[in-house]
Nanobody, 119 residues
Framework: VQLVESGGGLVQVGGSLRLSCAAS????????MTWYRQAPGKERKLVAA???????YYIDSVKDRFTISRDNAKNTLDLQMNSLKPDDTAMYYC??????????????WGKGTQVTVTS
């Protein structure tokens, strides 16, 4: 299964970006779908997640600013990011699992898309 992220870029503080993750397999067959991010010199961490038929999960620092969604028609996992802050600067990765939950080890990873927020 291939996951390809897009939508990253350079944005000013307070701006918005929409990330998209295109999957080579029907996302209806991928139970756990997640967005991770890794800032320079830091560990990769889970940012948002959505299991098939589940409720969205967000880390505290992005709640009320980010929205994760599955688009079955486009076969993508999207992440709408609003009110961006410099701390949101990172490489963002899409990851998915066949059967595992959103906190389990993911089976598939994309190569990432860079998000840079400037002040």
């Amino acid at each position: 299964v291939q996951l390809v992220e897009s939508g990253g870029g350079l944005v000013q503080v307070g701006g918005s970006l929409r990330l998209s993750c295109a999957a080579s397999k029907s996302i209806g067959m991928l139970y756990g779908m997640t967005w991770y991010r890794q800032a320079p010199g830091k560990e990769r961490k889970l940012v948002a997640a959505l299991s098939n038929g589940g409720t969205p999960y967000y880390i505290d620092s992005v709640k009320d600013r980010f929205t994760i969604s599955r688009d079955n028609a486009k076969n993508t996992l999207d992440l709408q990011m609003n009110s961006l802050k410099p701390d949101d600067t990172a490489m963002y990765y899409c990851a998915a699992s066949d059967w595992g939950g959103i906190f389990d080890v993911m089976d598939y990873w994309g190569k990432g898309t860079q998000v840079t927020v400037t002040s």
